[in-house]
């Protein structure tokens, strides 16, 4: 993961949930004026690598609607 590769005023936070089951989520943050905002949580991944793209792949869709 090179997290050069986020865009500026992004931020991705990957965790693993394994209190539940052993799985990876990505939370998909934007920088507004004064605080970040979550803009999505995608879930269900079996890697970091994998729950990382994923983000990538949301925020470069969202850049180009």
Known sequence: MNTKEIPKGWW???V???RFQDYWIVG???K???TWITE???ADFDTSEEAYE???K???NY???
Do not use: F, P
């Open 12 to 14: 991705l936070n990957v």
């Open 16 to 18: 693993v949930m394994a």
């Open 28 to 30: 998909i943050l934007r």
């Open 32 to 34: 507004g004026k004064t």
């Open 40 to 42: 999505d949580v995608l």
């Open 54 to 56: 994923a983000g990538l």
């Open 58 to 60: 949301w925020i470069n």
């Open 63 to 65: 850049k180009t609607k």
